[in-house]
């Protein structure tokens, strides 16, 4: 495996003042003559026109659009459930409405998780508020899951791949002098928990301009498992979500301004020691797309504040001012984006682009009411932290003829870290001799860090014959660590488990030194099909990734736990890694008559295997073997689906996080809708047969360690019956 080498911080400014130079030169200057011969046509703008679609060249990519989720939207507050079932996506489920989404084996900051062009950090140290979080799935267009390889051009700083998410679209009235409104209305039930939860949006609008309102509450009381499960601690939640969106458009060019808030009062994370007791986030996103003879020029603004806090909940026994341990968060994020896609002939398009993304945060620990341990003085876990990235990349996608493309690609993403001096509860004269050490090797060590980092994809697409799509690619991409890998110094016990973002009750300190991870992946897809592409198909695609300086973590020593348990005390470190698995779907059309409809049968089976080089074990949170065989039928204005979950026993774990082994299971799932005029009724049973059975990524439940001194892993959902109704006006 390769590196390149290391570049100056001037090299990287230069390439962005250039870029930005020679975009504001292309748009002003004529159009030369070799780009005329793609003229653009007038367009009318809708959803599908201004969603930022990837390339078409990504092997095993997945492309989700608003007809393929509706029975999801309407059935789960959690936007992480339109994965599921995806080829080489599973998910952390620890929050409710918080699911973490993993690609290939590789989670969270691995993963670029883009929401209208805003690259989301959590503001946590348990990383209870994801990007998703702030989505409501109600609002959801357009979802492009990139697992493994990725363009350049969507997305820098990552690993894993690129989950691209897209609002709904502004809405315009196809006449002039016309004024039209359309909205959505719907609402659910969920048995277990006794979930509700409401969302609509409603858009006025002519020819030129439209304003749209979109909103959602849903809350939980806290789960059962299946039989003989009882109760699952912390599973609780509740959340509100308004945005409002005005937009402008005029011949071939829109302008678009997203307001919107985020209010989460409370959720139980049940394989965490705290709960969120506080989450409100509030942003704007500004957009500008145009078309012109020479191309497409997209540009995006954005800012966000988020106010955070964490305690823990009547579950974990949180009740008053004496009792818990509060812990509080502010971050900011602001910064731009500019693509240019420019048609240099028939054969070619460049894409270029500069981006810039500024985020700053504060984590302190106040001081708890007459507690000797976590007082007198506020902890500072994190003060004055930033993390900074200057992005400029370029791509050129070549159809050499009507059966080939090739896409190559370069990105540099300049990363820029820092944080201010640190300061425990006790202050000087409380602290023992190795929280002093500590606190004074990290306040008198130089914290400012900046990584150079280059990310090279390149992609081949070849339809073979009108049965067979072969697609295959190499990236070399690289993640710089976030700052509570590199910035949390605490190493009392108490200090390092509040860090920590796995649900395995573990502890964690970072390591300033940390460097950046690079992965080098090869995959490829095989895509077999009916010359229409409408009676079967077939996707395998296999990959390997080998990650240099993966950070994963080193052993520093053990404590006694609650109920018996043993805790690790673990550093932030980088090792060497691989991941290797194979990725499948399919589906083939059973019967299409008048008389049955349409019936198709649907399936997917993922694997991953995931290892640390350097410590010899595997890596933590690897999905066992999993898939799903689901029968939908369509007939008139029914539908329905019988679906199996099968997932595999989870043997083979990390034994430095002491990971539960979790027993296999096999899930059955039901559900119908019916649409009439402005209606649609869902209804579904998860878990049919009530199963009793664990979840593989979620870790312990310390929820119920907590409360009850039991000792198991986390488990699933039992029996639920849901239903949910929609009106489209």
């Known amino acids: 495996m ?40 007038a367009i009318n703008i809708n959803a599908d026109d201004i969603a930022d679609e990837p390339s078409e060249i990504t092997p095993g990519s997945t492309t989700l659009k608003a007809d393929q989720l509706k029975s999801v939207v309407n059935n789960s507050p959690d936007t992480g459930a339109l994965l599921e079932h995806q080829m080489g996506v599973s998910l952390y489920k620890s929050g409710r409405i918080a699911s973490l989404p993993v690609l290939n084996g590789m989670a969270d900051d691995r993963v670029a998780t883009v929401i209208d062009g805003m690259r989301i950090t959590g503001d946590c ?128 060019h829109l302008l678009s301004l997203n307001i919107g808030q985020t209010d989460t009062p409370y959720e139980g994370f049940p ?39 964490m305690n823990m909940l009547g579950d974990k026994g949180g009740h008053s001012p004496t009792t818990g341990m509060p812990m509080n968060n502010i971050g900011r994020l602001a910064g731009y984006d500019i693509k240019g896609t420019i048609y240099l002939n028939n054969k070619n398009t460049l894409r270029i682009g500069n981006e810039f993304a500024y985020y700053t945060l504060n984590d302190w620990w106040p001081a708890l009411q007459g507690s000797m341990m976590m007082g007198p003085n506020t902890y500072h876990n994190i003060n004055r932290g930033h993390r900074n990235r200057l992005g400029t990349y370029a791509e050129l996608e070549t159809q050499w003829d009507h059966d080939i493309i090739t896409l190559l690609g370069v990105r540099n993403d300049v990363v820029m870290m820092n944080t201010g001096q640190v300061s425990g509860y006790k202050g000087l004269a409380g602290m023992n001799a190795t929280e002093v050490a500590a606190m004074d090797r990290f306040n008198s060590a130089n914290r400012g860090k900046t990584d150079v980092n280059f ?50 009750g573990n502890a964690y300190r970072g390591d300033i030194n940390l460097k950046p991870e690079i992965a080098n992946t090869i995959s490829t897809s095989f895509n077999f099909h009916d010359t229409k592409q409408e009676v079967w198909e077939l996707k395998i695609q296999p990959y390997y990734t080998y990650i240099h300086h993966y950070i994963n973590v080193n052993y520093l020593g053990s404590a006694s736990g609650r109920a018996g348990t043993t805790i690790s005390n673990l550093q932030f470190a980088n090792h060497n890694a691989q991941l290797y698995g194979v990725n499948s779907a399919g ?35 690897m999905m066992p073997v999993n898939g799903t065989l689901s029968l939908n039928q369509y007939i008139g204005n029914w539908s329905g689906r019988i679906e199996g979950e099968f997932v595999n026993a989870k043997g083979l774990t990390d034994p430095l996080r002491r990971e539960p082994k979790t027993p296999g299971y096999i899930l059955l799932n039901m559900g119908a809708s019916y649409t009439w005029n402005m209606f649609r009724l869902d209804m579904s049973i998860e878990n049919v047969m009530n199963k009793k059975y664990y979840l593989p990524m979620g870790g312990l439940s310390i929820g119920d360690l907590i409360a009850d001194n039991r000792v198991r892993a986390l488990p699933g959902i039992g029996r639920s019956f849901n239903v949910a109704l929609t009106a489209s006006f």
């Not at 570049?7 to 748009?27: A, D, P, R």
């Not at 159009?31 to 046509?41: I, N, V």
């Open 125 to 252: 140290p348990n990383h209870m508020n994801p990007a998703l979080s702030y989505l409501n799935p109600h609002d959801v267009s357009v979802i492009n899951i990139m697992a493994g390889i990725a363009p350049v051009s969507l997305g820098g700083d990552s690993t894993a791949g690129t989950i691209n998410i897209e609002r709904k679209s502004p809405v315009f009235a196809k006449k002039k002098n016309k004024i039209i409104s359309t909205g959505q209305v719907s609402g659910f039930f969920h048995s277990n928990g006794k979930g509700l939860g409401a969302s609509g949006d409603v858009t006025v609008a002519n020819d030129h301009l439209s304003i749209r309102y979109n909103g959602g509450w849903s809350q939980s009381r806290n789960y059962h498992a299946g039989a003989g499960g009882g109760k699952v601690k912390s599973t609780q939640y509740k959340m509100f979500n308004h945005d409002v969106t005005l937009a402008y458009k005029k011949d071939n």
């Open 2 to 41: 390769f590196s390149f080498p290391r570049t100056s911080y001037k090299f990287s400014l230069m390439l962005s003042v250039f870029f930005i130079q020679s975009s504001v030169s292309v748009w002003a200057a004529e159009t030369p003559s070799s780009a005329k011969t793609q003229t653009l046509p």
């Open 271 to 309: 394989n965490a020691y705290m709960d969120m007791t506080k989450n409100q986030s509030v942003f704007i996103n500004g957009k500008y797309k145009g078309d012109f003879d020479w191309g497409t020029l997209e540009a995006r603004g954005y800012w966000q504040r988020v106010t955070h806090a």
């Open 455 to 504: 990310d090279v994809t390149a992609l081949l697409r070849w339809k073979a014959d009108p049965n067979f799509t072969w697609e295959t690619g190499y990236a070399r991409k690289t993640r710089s660590p976030n700052l509570y890998e590199r910035y949390s110094w605490g190493t009392t016990p108490m200090a390092m488990r509040m860090v920590g973002w796995f649900g395995d």
């Open 587 to 621: 589906s083939y059309n059973v019967w299409n008559s008048k008389k049955f409809g349409k019936g198709v049968l649907q399936s997917n089976l993922n694997w991953v295997r995931g290892t640390d080089l350097t410590n010899h074990t595997n890596l933590y949170h």
